[in-house]
């Protein structure tokens, strides 16, 4: 823990990128050049079930509304996710077992170097080929190589997006819309001696962000989480494992802990291009002015925000190491806000505004996520 109440994140050791590698020990069919300080139990076959939004602060604070997964979570440490702690960083690292500064994808929204444009990892760009920007094969795809079947449960809308084919390509992918056909999906791949078969629920973070975390509506989705959970435990073969994950927790934000930067033109100065996410910032600048921007905004947001260079935050480890292609997607600057604030702009990312519930930090409550083996 740092300074600023923030997790570093566990790359090597129990890491949402340490997973996949992991399962494969367990399978018998270890990934070369993958070492992983994670260790699961030896397994015919695992389902890994990644809930988006499941923070293991969360899940502690709220053991009422979820008996089965917190009870796991009781006997068993957590992980970390990587930075930032957003769905589009943590699911490539989950498919890929590769650190953000290795795969890519390095935010909600990052720059496409050698323009003023940012890609939208969630939404895509059909102008930027996915196998260029993350062009790694996935641990998926080299544990299929391996004789392994590997299979994605998701929604049928997700099949072929620029985020699935950068995390996720090289495993059979069926479209499953609902919870009964993601459980029977799984069920059904994970006969298959060894296997590893991944699903995806995204609705506990679509709620989180509309409602916040505590909301009425919050607790009755991780009430159905737990659910599904357990369901999908109590219908999978005897030889197959269960391990749920998430790619990040979540922090509500109140409105007097943002600030908008169009309401305070001096924030501007020097800034080319606004990146990242309310929690965390890829500031683009213009030339020479870094040095500058990073007073302004230090002396701005003073302890409500940790304001690095890009070389600061590359050196605290925060992307684990940095490959040259993928330096000029992170900001000059680095904005990760401290606590409950966030950092929006009307102007760039007005939709913003309106969510509660909020991601993309390094606070515990956004970094830990449960590693829960069942």
């Not at 790694?136 to 079947?149: D, N």
């Not at 029977?184 to 989180?208: F, I, K, Q």
């Not at 002396?299 to 040259?324: H, K, N, S, Y």
């Amino acid at each position: 823990m740092t300074g600023s109440g923030f997790l570093e994140p566990a790359y090597g050791k129990r890491s949402l990128g340490d997973v996949v590698p992991a399962v494969a020990d367990a399978l018998g069919v270890p990934l070369d050049g993958t070492p992983s300080g994670l260790v699961l139990p030896e397994a015919a076959s695992y389902v890994v079930f990644l809930v988006d939004g499941l923070g293991a602060r969360l899940l502690e604070r709220y053991a009422h509304a979820a008996p089965y997964l917190s009870e796991l979570l009781a006997r068993q440490a957590p992980g970390t996710a990587g930075v930032p702690s957003t769905t589009a960083t943590s699911l490539t690292s989950l498919g890929t077992g590769l650190p953000p500064g290795a795969h890519g994808l390095v935010g909600f929204t990052s720059r496409v170097p050698g323009t003023e444009k940012l890609l939208n990892a969630l939404f895509w760009d059909k102008e930027i080929d996915p196998r260029e920007w993350q062009p790694h094969p996935t641990a998926f795809a080299r544990l299929g190589a391996a004789g392994v079947p590997v299979t994605v449960v998701n929604k049928r809308e997700f099949n072929g997006s620029g985020l699935t084919v950068a995390a996720h390509r090289g495993a059979e992918y069926v479209g499953a819309d609902k919870v009964g056909e993601r459980i029977a999906a799984a069920v059904a791949a994970s006969t298959e001696r060894p296997s590893l078969t991944y699903l995806y629920d995204g609705d506990l973070d679509w709620t989180g962000h509309r409602h916040g975390v505590a909301s009425s509506p919050w607790l009755q989705q991780l009430s159905m989480v737990d659910a599904e959970a357990e369901q999908l435990r109590e219908a999978l073969p005897a030889h197959a494992r269960l391990l749920v994950v998430a790619d990040h927790g979540m922090v509500d934000s109140p409105l007097e802990h943002r600030v908008d930067i169009d309401e305070h033109a001096e924030l501007r100065d020097g800034l080319a291009l606004f990146g990242g996410e309310a929690r965390f910032r890829h500031l683009y600048c213009q030339r020479g002015a870094v040095d500058d921007l990073v007073a302004t905004w230090t002396e701005f947001f003073g302890d409500r925000a940790d304001v690095l260079t890009r070389e600061t935050a590359i050196g605290r480890g925060w992307f684990g190491a940095v490959q040259p292609s993928v330096l000029p997607r992170l900001g000059d600057v680095i904005v990760a806000s401290t606590g409950d604030h966030g950092i929006f702009s009307t102007v760039d990312f007005g939709y913003e505004k309106s969510l509660v519930g909020l991601h993309g930090s390094l606070t515990p409550d956004e970094m830990l996520i449960p590693i829960l083996v069942d």
